[in-house]
C-alpha cells in the first residue's frame, strides 16, 4: 500500500501548490495558508511513508 500512499500525497502535493498559487493571483491569503497546508501534509506522509521503507529494509 506503500506506492498508493505515497501517489496520494504527491496528489495533495501538486492541489495544495496549485491553490497556493490561485491563492497569489487572486491575492487570497486564506488559500496561500490552506495550499501550504496541503503541502505540508502531504510531506508529512512521505516522511511517514520514508520511515516504513527504512524498517522494511532493516528487518530484511
Known sequence: MGIQD???ATAKNVEG???EA???VTGSTSDQM???AKQ???K???AKED???QAKKAID
Open 6 to 8: 505515497r501517489a496520494e
Open 17 to 19: 501548490k496549485a491553490q
Open 22 to 24: 490561485a491563492g497569489k
Open 34 to 36: 490552506e495550499g501550504k
Open 40 to 42: 505540508g501534509e502531504a
Open 44 to 46: 508529512a506522509k512521505h
Open 51 to 53: 520511515v516504513k521503507d
